[in-house]
């Protein structure tokens, strides 16, 4: 099992920035690919950026988001920027035993979850 816990959501004014992390306990060596999604009041949950070796990103995202992670701590991360009131939604990290899918079918592992509200 592995367990992720999402911190960092906030409330940000548009064009503004702020920085997820995920830190992530127990078999991590068992979830090569760590990933975000989002969902926002009345919305399927969307994919938005993931890493196996490199990053990949929503087109809604990219050029905007940054995607890391640190093996050594466990850690994954989002930074955003450019923050859109569209943005606004809670962010979930997750983790998939399979190599680069943006699939939130294919995500085994989830956090609880952290909110971004981004205001216009």
């Known amino acids: 099992q592995v367990q992720l816990v999402e911190s960092g959501g906030g409330l940000v004014q548009a064009g503004g920035s702020l920085r997820l992390s995920c830190a992530a306990s127990?078999?991590?060596?068992?979830?090569?690919?760590m990933g975000w999604f989002r969902q926002a009041p009345g919305r399927e949950r969307e994919f938005v950026a993931a890493?196996?070796?490199?990053?990949y990103y929503a087109d809604s995202v990219k050029g905007r988001f940054t995607i890391s992670r640190d093996n050594a701590k466990n850690m994954v991360y989002l930074q955003m920027g450019d923050l859109k009131p569209e943005d606004t939604a809670v962010y979930h990290c997750a983790g998939s035993r399979r190599l680069e899918t943006s699939r939130a079918d294919e995500y085994e592992f989830w956090g609880q979850g952290t909110q971004v509200t981004v205001s216009s």
């Open positions: 890493i196996t070796w490199s990053g």
């Open positions: 127990g078999r991590t060596f068992s979830v090569p690919t």
